[in-house]
Nanobody, 124 residues
């Protein structure tokens, strides 16, 4: 499975960005799709996930501002990010996995394949 992430960039606080991650490969392997991010000097953290193609989860820090969605025909997951603030700055990674259990949906080790990351920078 290969993942191609795009859509990052530089935006002012309060602005919006839409990230995309296109997956190629076996459909089972992409049953669960997620976004993580890593800020400079910090560990990678969970942002959002689509579990079993329908159940949606968000980190508390992005709830109400970010929206995850999926186009099954294109095997692509999106992350619409609104009301961005400087704390959202980081490298955003998409991840997919076929056998992610519910209790692990927020854990990066649960996912099998990762995209290359796309930089999001929010200026104040």
């Amino acid at each position: 499975v290969q993942l191609q992430a795009s859509g990052g960039g530089l935006v002012q606080a309060g602005g919006s960005l839409r990230l995309s991650c296109a997956a190629s490969g076996r459909s089972f392997s992409t049953t669960n799709m997620a976004w993580f991010r890593q800020a400079p000097g910090k560990e990678r953290e969970f942002v959002s996930a689509l579990w079993r193609r329908t159940s949606i989860y968000y980190a508390d820090s992005v709830k109400g501002r970010f929206t995850i969605s999926r186009d099954n025909a294109k095997n692509t997951v999106y992350l619409q990010m609104n009301s961005l603030n400087p704390e959202d700055t980081g490298v955003y990674y998409c991840a997919v996995g076929g056998g992610v259990i519910l209790s692990s949906v927020r854990l990066d080790r649960a996912y099998d394949y990762w995209g290359q990351g796309t930089q999001v920078t929010v200026s104040s």
